[in-house]
Nanobody, 127 residues
Framework: QVQLVESGGGLVQAGGSLRLSCAASGRTFSSYTMGWFRQAPGKERDIVAAINWAGTVTYYPDSVKGRFTISRDNAKSTVYLQMNSLKPEDTAVYYC????????????????????WGQGTQVTVSS
């Protein structure tokens, strides 16, 4: 079992910044890929960032590349998502998730490959 708890969401004006945190417990956090996803009303859950166990490899879709930064502190069992230059289209519920696969060899972008999820935190960007 893994427990994930997100924090840091809120309301921000366009162009502003937010930093999300995800605290993990229950397993050896440092062994696994972590991802951040978001889901807006009526839309699918999409990945916005992923990071490997060591923090040396990251992935971002084009929609957030250059604006969002994922990082992790394995000593604190926490993964972060720094979001800058926020846009109204970034409005969504943001979730962190863990991929427990030991054999994947790449950063998955598919929600179905992630095994445990946090409860989500709302990010609202006003225009």
């Amino acid at each position: 079992q893994v427990q994930l708890v997100e924090s840091g969401g809120g309301l921000v004006q366009a162009g502003g910044s937010l930093r999300l945190s995800c605290a993990a417990s229950g397993r050896t956090f440092s062994s696994y890929t972590m991802g951040w996803f978001r889901q807006a009303p009526g839309k699918e859950r999409d990945i916005v960032a992923a990071i490997n166990w060591a923090g040396t490899v990251t992935y971002y879709p084009d929609s957030v590349k250059g604006r969002f930064t994922i990082s992790r502190d394995n000593a604190k069992s926490t993964v972060y998502l720094q979001m800058n230059s926020l846009k109204p289209e970034d409005t969504a519920v943001y979730y962190c998730a863990v991929d427990l696969s030991s054999f994947r060899g790449y950063l998955s972008r598919r929600p179905e490959d992630y095994n445990y999820w946090g409860q989500g935190t709302q990010v609202t960007v006003s225009s």
